[in-house]
């Protein structure tokens, strides 16, 4: 079965500094990859995705990913964190036999010092 | 993308009474998911529901303790039944788009707190 590993479950980092959050997947063929974000009392906003085609994917916020397939990552990167970046980051593969039901990881909960 | 509203935002509910969620999507959609959010945890999926067709629900969820509705492509809704303090959870509605380049992309609504006493 497909699954979804963020390891970490608490990051923090300093404002200004550069921001890594792990995802690993496991699918048997090309997943749709997705990194989700939520604030404290809001729904999930989508960051990006990837679906196929060039493997760094650039998205809002200044967000960017990678899609590595030997090393089944797909890791969330910011080169500057701001403090309004703290929220919990999920990472999540769509199945695409399966109508792109998600399988989402346990969420990575970022915290901003200043 | 779309903008999803689910009512009610929150609420507090007794154990043994039912809260009926809705979920309104401002476009016409495919497929739309009920995921279940408890504390500290992350989503889990508790259905899918297509217009037209019975809900597909996923393993450890059953209609008779959640039974859904899709009366059409804009609006679905979520009971929970016979309601537990275990139930006490963030309820979210997604939705997948009808074509366009948003096709692969689910967008989720704002989620119903529910607490049950």
């Known amino acids: 079965a497909q699954s979804v590993t963020q390891p970490d479950i608490h990051i923090t980092v300093s404002e200004g500094a550069s921001l890594e959050l792990r995802c690993n997947y496991s699918y048997g063929a090309t997943p749709y990859l997705f990194w989700y974000v939520q604030s404290p009392g809001q729904g999930l906003q989508l960051l990006l995705k990837y679906f196929s085609g060039d493997t760094l994917v650039q998205g809002i916020k200044g967000f960017e990913a990678e899609f590595k397939r030997s090393q089944s990552s797909f890791n969330l990167r910011k080169p500057s964190v701001h403090w309004s970046d703290a929220a919990e980051y999920f990472c999540?593969?769509?199945?695409?036999?399966?109508?792109?039901?998600?399988?989402f990881g346990a969420g990575t909960i970022l915290r901003v010092k200043s | 993308s779309a903008v999803i509203s689910q009512k009610p935002s929150r609420d507090i509910c007794q154990r043994g009474t039912s809260l009926t969620i809705q979920c309104q999507v401002d476009s016409q959609v495919t497929m739309m998911f009920w995921y279940r959010q408890q504390p500290g945890q992350s989503l889990t999926l508790i259905a899918t529901?297509?217009?037209?067709?019975?809900?597909?629900?996923e393993s450890g969820f059953v209609i008779d303790k959640f039974p859904i509705s899709r009366p059409n492509l804009t609006f679905s809704t979520l009971t929970v039944s016979n309601m537990s303090p275990e139930d006490s959870s963030i309820y979210l509605c997604?939705?997948?788009?009808?074509?366009?380049?948003?096709?692969?992309?689910?967008?989720f609504g704002p989620g119903t707190r529910l607490t049950v006493l």
């Open positions: 999540a593969v769509g199945e695409p036999e399966y109508g792109n039901k998600l399988v």
């Open positions: 529901a297509n217009q037209g067709s019975e809900a597909t629900y």
């Open positions: 997604s939705v997948r788009l009808l074509g366009g380049i948003g096709y692969n992309e689910q967008f």
